[in-house]
């Protein structure tokens, strides 16, 4: 017989490695204090119910308390043979306040406590990462209205292509970073519903009141099926995928960044304490933690194929199997939380170089798309202005001179349509000035899109 709580029907004890391999309190002691949380829901409920008794209810939340300051102190010693968050804690109570304790798991199994666990546990996660990402947008509301006059060239294929402003380009940011919000927020509906009642995998036969239980949670609703229940992980997939476009997202800022930081680009400063330098080359200002950002994308990409794969042809209800969620989970968790904390700090301190932005856009024929506008706003036909266009590029190319640079002489070579206000439409400002309409990279359409959005992120 072995020592173990479900050790009655056993007649010799787990083996060593096997007890080690299975365990899992390694990794989800994590979810301590939300196993204590609904255990106690549990036990009023049960009380309500009248499976305990009022003292018997107040015993177990006592010892669950008392239980948790022990561990919030460090106190608290884990077992490996206990196997798992669950059983240490319960084993606990049972020595703490003696029979009593054995009657906790009444019409409960580990397979919805540990359903439970996880979306409790989830939920709070979640709601950290969905503050963290408003604080991220809010930092660049902050700095896109700053930077909404700071012209810069607009890239396609990495090419020189419109003048754009640098206010616009970080509201571009704010979008995707609303899209993974709204992301964030769907999945929580789906992590915000009660496993527990469930048990093994049929339900039970107490007269349980599982609306109370979840409204002691605060959860939406009790699952609708004791079979789905305890073994639907797809909330911590959802959470991955939507963990996954975010790092997507930031690998993409990451990757600006990096470039704009680079002495080729220098659009943009990171202060010091945002970098870290080299252990032999002592110019070096390395952008690390864009970078890092970026690399750590693989593992929360990786973690969400984990899962994938986890509950791939998984037959019903519970399996051992999902025991595998957690360590994937957390560390999405962790790296997700990390990487906007870091850019939350970071952003608000990124310092443009106006004047290398502007230099930068007056090279590479950026206003060529608006000398074409202008001369079919002279009636000449889109494709021959862009031919028209094209010529004068070419011979920009040669003498090494932008649009804006040439003379009305030189440019009337090309089309004698063009005139001496050809120069308005040819300067960076007033490129960027004449796309003013909603969407649009127009100063004025920044500053009003950082408006909305000030709005939008006051009504969360
Ligand atoms: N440690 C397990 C897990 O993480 C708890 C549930 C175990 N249930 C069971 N019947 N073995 O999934």
């Not at 008794?53 to 022990?70: A, N, T, W």
């Not at 794969?309 to 998984?314: A, D, H, I």
């Not at 000398?371 to 590029?393: C, M, P, Q």
Request: with cysteine.
């Amino acid at each position: 017989k072995t020592n173990q709580q479900w050790g009655g029907r056993f007649s010799e004890p787990t083996d060593a490695f096997v007890a080690r391999f299975t365990a899992s309190v390694m990794f989800d002691q994590r979810l301590f204090r939300q196993d204590i949380q609904g255990s106690i829901a549990h036990a009023r409920m049960l009380a309500k119910v009248g499976v305990l008794s009022d003292v018997e209810r107040d015993d177990i939340i006592r010892g669950l308390s008392e239980i948790r300051v022990e561990i919030e102190r460090g106190e608290f010693e884990w077992s490996i043979e206990l196997e798992d968050v669950h059983m240490n804690i319960e084993a606990a109570l049972t020595r703490k306040i003696g029979i009593t304790g054995k009657k906790l798991h009444t019409g409960r199994s580990r397979n919805d406590q540990v359903a439970t666990d996880i979306r409790l546990y989830m939920r709070d996660e979640t709601d950290l990462i969905l503050d963290e990402i408003s604080r991220l947008q809010s930092g660049l509301l902050d700095l896109a209205e700053r930077e909404a006059d700071t012209i810069m060239p607009g890239f396609t294929h990495l090419q020189t292509a419109q003048p754009v402003t640098f206010g616009h380009h970080l509201m571009a940011w704010f979008e995707m970073l609303s899209r993974d919000y709204e992301r964030f927020v769907d999945c929580r509906k789906r992590i915000n519903v009660l496993p527990l009642g469930a048990a093994a995998l049929a339900g039970t036969t107490y007269p349980i009141d599982r609306f109370y239980t979840a409204e002691l949670l605060q959860f939406s609703a009790p699952t609708n099926n004791s079979l789905d229940a305890v073994s639907d992980r797809d909330f911590a997939i959802e959470f991955c995928a939507a963990s996954s476009l975010l790092l997507m997202h930031m690998t993409r800022m990451s990757e600006e960044l990096v470039l704009w930081t680079s002495s080729q680009f220098n659009f943009i400063n990171l202060p010091d304490r945002f970098c870290t330098g080299s252990s032999i080359m002592p110019q070096k200002k390395n952008p690390d933690v864009p970078e890092l950002v970026r690399g750590k994308s693989g593992r929360v990409y990786g973690h969400l194929v984990s899962l994938l794969t986890l509950m791939k042809s998984q037959p019903l209800a519970y399996n051992k199997d999902n025991q595998e969620d957690k360590e994937p989970l957390f560390d999405t968790v962790d790296t997700v939380k990390g990487c906007l904390r870091a850019f939350a700090d970071m952003i608000p301190a990124l310092e443009a170089r106006k004047d290398v932005m502007r230099e930068a856009a007056l090279r590479g024929f950026s206003t060529a798309t608006d000398l074409a506008d202008y001369l079919v706003r002279k009636g000449v036909a889109f494709r021959d202005a862009h031919e028209i266009v094209g010529l004068s590029v070419a011979y920009g190319v040669r003498t090494q001179k932008d649009l804006g640079e040439m003379s009305l002489d030189e440019l009337q070579q090309f089309s004698t349509i063009i005139e001496a206000d050809v120069f308005d439409v040819l300067s960076l400002d007033g490129s960027v000035a004449a796309r003013n309409h909603i969407g649009g990279t127009a100063p004025d359409q920044v500053r009003w899109a950082v408006q909305q959005g000030r709005q939008m992120l006051q009504a969360r």
